[in-house]
């Protein structure tokens, strides 16, 4: 079955990984604590701390503490929900005041815009917030890239290394799972979303290959109506 659809990965896939750990995490980080003193009365905010104190096991942590096991988790790269709609939040506030930009590879911002062009459906699925894929995209460096997309999905759909999230992710957009052709840098996401029956290509920026999916160094070399 021909693919219509195209679901992609952010963090080394369309953008480098070296944005969001050596901009976007430190940021989130430096700006995260007086951003969540300032605004732990308002009722999203409240919300995540909530979540946050719920998974840690700590009921009664105050607004210190709660930062304090935000910082360690943002240190230790955990995709927790919380954290994520947080760091959102948080960027927000720097794209905003033009303090942040999105990286997007210039070969995924050319071959995006021509598959939307040809008639693909364009979806992205990464462990940041439905609101930072949206900032990412919408304050890119190459401009505003958010029209290209179709939808978004983060981890409320599930994680990313488990075959359901992808059938939910089918489910939602609506077509044969064959049809829609997953892109990521991480082995275990693609030997997940072929578990769901999707269409994989794996990106290695940096060459080399993800075992068992076909895998290319750039968006440039991926013909969605030849896989
Ligand atoms: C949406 S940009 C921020 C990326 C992020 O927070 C992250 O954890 C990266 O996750 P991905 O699933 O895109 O590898
Ligand atoms: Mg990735």
């Not at 995490?25 to 604590?33: C, D, E, R, T, V």
């Not at 942040?100 to 590879?105: D, R, T």
């Not at 029956?197 to 109506?225: K, Q, W, Y």
Request: net charge negative; with cysteine; glycine share 8%.
């Amino acid at each position: 079955m021909p693919i219509k659809a195209i679901l992609t990965d952010i963090e080394g896939t369309t953008s480098a990984v070296s944005f969001v750990f050596d901009v976007l995490f430190p940021y989130a980080a430096k700006h995260l604590p007086d951003f969540i003193r300032e605004n732990a009365g308002r009722a999203d905010v409240a919300e995540q701390l909530a979540a946050v104190r719920h998974d840690c096991g700590e009921p009664q942590a105050d607004v210190e503490r709660v930062i304090e096991i935000l910082l360690a988790w943002i240190g230790e790269d955990r995709k927790a929900p919380p954290l994520k709609a947080l760091q959102g939040m948080v960027w927000e506030q720097g794209y905003q005041a033009g303090q942040l930009k999105g990286h997007v590879y210039p070969d995924a911002v050319e071959a995006l815009k021509r598959w939307h062009q040809e008639g693909y459906q364009l979806f992205v699925y990464s462990s940041g917030s439905i609101q930072a894929q949206k900032l990412i995209f919408g304050c890119s460096d190459a401009g505003d890239l958010s029209p290209l997309f179709s939808g978004y999905f983060d981890t409320t759909s599930g994680p990313k290394r488990e075959a359901q999230s992808y059938e939910r992710i089918t489910q939602a957009i609506g077509v044969e799972a064959s049809q829609i052709l997953f892109l990521s840098d991480v082995v275990q996401e693609l030997d997940a979303a072929r578990a769901a029956g999707m269409a994989t290509c794996g990106l290695a920026r940096e060459g080399g290959e993800l075992a068992g999916h076909v895998t290319v160094d750039s968006f440039a070399r991926i013909n969605p109506s030849a896989l």
